[in-house]
């Protein structure tokens, strides 16, 4: 089983320079920001910001392709 996450923006209200809508997205850990309805992701600035997690849908990657996108970062 992987240790990472990855959504997909569904929606980008108020940060539509910092998400892309329908852009594959990887979940930095981060339980305190989980507790609070918050995922941590790294935007289009190339940091890592808090976000709703209602903004994101959740992706299942097969495992191949995981590895390949992993591998491209």
């Known amino acids: 089983m992987s240790n990472h996450y990855?959504?997909?923006?569904?929606n980008n209200d108020d940060y539509a320079v910092s998400l892309e809508l329908r852009?594959?997205?990887e979940i930095l850990p981060d339980e305190d920001a989980a507790?609070?309805?918050l995922v941590r992701?790294?935007?289009e600035s190339g940091e890592d910001y808090l976000y709703p997690e209602?903004?994101?849908?959740?992706?299942?990657l097969p495992a191949l392709t995981e590895e390949l996108?992993?591998?491209a970062a």
Do not use: H
Request: charged share 20%; with cysteine.
């Open 35 to 37: 507790k609070q309805g």
């Open 23 to 25: 852009k594959l997205y």
């Open 41 to 43: 992701i790294i935007d």
């Open 69 to 71: 996108i992993l591998r």
């Open 6 to 10: 990855f959504v997909v923006c569904v």
């Open 54 to 60: 209602s903004f994101f849908a959740p992706v299942e």
